[in-house]
T-cell receptor, first 112, second 117 residues
C-alpha cells in the first residue's frame, strides 16, 4: 500500500515568496495532520483535519500560514509570505480513528 | 509541565545487546495512548509500537517491546538484539483523551541511539 506522500521533498526559496507544501494521505484515513520539526522546538502540531474539516489550528504560528483539505486525498499547507524562521521539516501524517499516525517523508524547507 | 519527557538525549549500545529508552508522561486523562516512533538520519518518521492506557499487557512488536508502568507514568521502549540499523532518533509520543476527542500527538524531545559494532 502507498504511504503518505508529500511533495516536494526539498524546497529552497527566497524570503517573501509563497510556499506550498502538498500531502496525499493514505486512502481510507479520515484524519490528516501537519507537523513542523525544528531543532529548537522539536515536533509540533500545526493543524489537523477530520473528514476534510479543520478541527484544531491552534498550532498555526500566524496568519502567514494556511492549510486546506479540499478532498479526502489532498491537503496543502501554504506560507505567504515566507520568512527565514519558517525553515524546518514539515511532516504530514494520516490515520484512522484510534489508529497510529503514519507519516510522510517530510518536506525540508529552507527560506533564504 | 512537559507532557512527555525523554531524559536521555543520547544512548549507546553494543550490537546484539538490549537497550531501554526512557519515557515518562504527564496526563490527567484516564484514557490515552502512548506511541514510539523512529527517525533515521534520512528523516522519515516510522511508527514502531503503541500502548493504550487500558491495555493490561505490555505491547510487543518483533524486537520492540513497551514496558508500561501506569502508576509511575512511564512507557519505556525496549529494543532487544540491537542492530546497526537501529541507530536513529527515537521519539515517545502521547495522544490524550478517549475515542472521539483530541487526536493530536504530543512528542518528547527524542533520544539519539547509536548502535556500536
Amino acid at each position: 500500500d502507498a504511504g503518505v506522500i508529500q511533495s516536494p521533498r526539498h524546497e529552497v526559496t527566497e524570503m517573501g515568496q509563497e510556499v506550498t507544501l502538498r500531502c496525499k494521505p493514505i486512502s481510507g484515513h479520515d484524519y490528516l495532520f501537519w507537523y513542523r520539526q525544528t531543532m529548537m522546538r522539536g515536533l509540533e502540531l500545526l493543524i489537523y483535519f477530520n473528514n476534510n474539516v479543520p478541527i484544531d489550528d491552534s498550532g498555526m504560528p500566524e496568519d502567514r500560514f494556511s492549510a486546506k483539505m479540499p478532498n479526502a486525498s489532498f491537503s496543502t499547507l501554504k506560507i505567504q509570505p515566507s520568512e527565514p524562521r519558517d525553515s524546518a521539516v514539515y511532516f504530514c501524517a494520516s490515520s484512522q480513528m484510534n489508529q497510529p499516525q503514519h507519516f510522510g517523508d517530510g518536506t525540508r524547507l529552507s527560506i533564504l | 509541565a512537559q507532557k512527555i519527557t525523554q531524559t536521555q538525549p543520547g544512548m549507546f549500545v553494543q550490537e546484539k545487546e538490549a537497550v531501554t529508552l526512557d519515557c515518562t508522561y504527564d496526563t490527567s486523562d484516564q484514557s490515552y495512548g502512548l506511541f514510539w516512533y523512529k527517525q533515521p538520519s534520512s528523516g522519515e518518521m516510522i511508527f514502531l509500537i503503541y500502548q493504550g492506557s487500558y491495555d493490561e499487557q505490555n505491547a510487543t512488536e518483533g524486537r520492540y517491546s513497551l514496558n508500561f508502568q501506569k502508576a509511575r507514568k512511564s512507557a519505556n521502549l525496549v529494543i532487544s538484539a540491537s542492530q546497526l540499523g537501529d541507530s536513529a532518533m527515537y521519539f515517545c509520543a502521547m495522544r490524550e483523551g478517549p475515542s472521539g476527542s483530541a487526536r493530536q500527538l504530543t512528542f518528547g524531545s527524542g533520544t539519539q541511539l547509536t548502535v556500536l559494532p
